[in-house]
């Protein structure tokens, strides 16, 4: 694959930005429909394989970084919404996507996606309590630390905060949970199955007998998450979201977050 420098894979560019290097494959298309919107490719160059990232309205972001792994997106936002994508997350199938009603999905670095995966940020139909006539189902961003694995099927809705080394498993349903780190997951409504739990990436479909005997304990400690001094806390990254006006300004602060390995912890007692 080439890198594209015409509009022949993009749509609605006059008015938008895209900034950085990007690779498409034959089926992956970007259709800008407002303005002021802005696709930023951090640190290198990002590879699109059957992506359809569609900004649906104005002042919105999708930061890609820099990967050794394709993009293979499904990916819509509206109006004043960002997507955020750390280094080298890895995606069996499409990652379906929805940043409505300016809400925002940050994900991190290294993480793993299953097939048939969705994250939304909001319910689209509107929802009134019959008491007091107020709305009760306002849309929330979604956050997701690094070295997450999300399981094949797995739905992840609003106002979730998954952090760093967590288990989604196969067809959990997650709504509005704080996940700690090195915690596993499943089940519909979500619920925590186990804790003090890691994953390594490694694929063990094709494992011999040796294999299976070779990697039946793994003594590393990089996969270990605790809060110190750089832990980053998700709600005060969503509260800068949401007072920066501009994608320009969102882009800038989204990617000087840094890269220490205790950024998106969560731990236990909060």
């Not at 429909?33 to 590879?47: D, F, H, Q, R, T």
């Not at 792994?69 to 750390?86: D, E, K």
């Not at 019959?130 to 709305?135: G, L, P, Q, Y």
Request: charged content about 20%; proline content about 1%.
């Amino acid at each position: 694959m080439q890198t594209i420098t015409s509009t022949e894979h993009i749509a609605g560019l006059s008015d938008n930005q895209i900034v950085g290097g990007i690779k498409f494959d034959g089926k992956s298309k970007i259709q800008f429909k407002g303005k002021g919107n802005i696709l930023a490719v951090p640190g290198g160059v990002a590879e699109l394989q059957n992506c359809a990232i569609s900004f649906n309205g104005d002042n919105s972001l999708v930061v890609l970084s820099a990967s050794y792994n394709p993009y293979a997106l499904v990916l819509s936002l509206w109006n004043n919404s960002s997507f955020y994508s750390g280094r080298n997350n890895y995606f069996n199938g499409r990652l379906n996507l929805q940043c409505s009603e300016q809400a925002n999905i940050f994900i991190g670095s290294g993480c793993l996606f299953s097939t048939g995966v969705l994250l939304r940020t909001g319910d689209v139909h509107l929802i009134f309590d019959v008491e007091t006539h107020k709305r009760t189902n306002f849309a929330k961003s979604i956050y997701v630390g690094d070295h997450v694995w999300i399981g094949q099927d797995a739905k992840i809705w609003k106002n979730t905060h998954i952090g760093s080394g967590s288990i989604i498993g196969t067809e959990a349903v997650v709504a509005g949970k704080r996940v700690p780190s090195n915690t596993a997951w499943g089940g519909n409504p979500a619920r925590q199955l186990k804790s003090g739990v890691f994953f390594h990436s490694n694929s063990s479909h094709a494992y011999t007998a040796t294999e299976v005997e070779k990697w039946s304990e793994y003594n590393g400690n990089e996969y270990i998450y605790a809060r110190d001094n750089t832990t980053l806390d998700f709600d005060d990254i969503e509260k800068t979201m949401r007072e920066l006006n501009t994608a320009e300004k969102r882009k800038d602060f989204l990617i000087g977050l840094g890269e220490t390995k205790n950024r998106f912890t969560i731990s236990t007692n909060i």
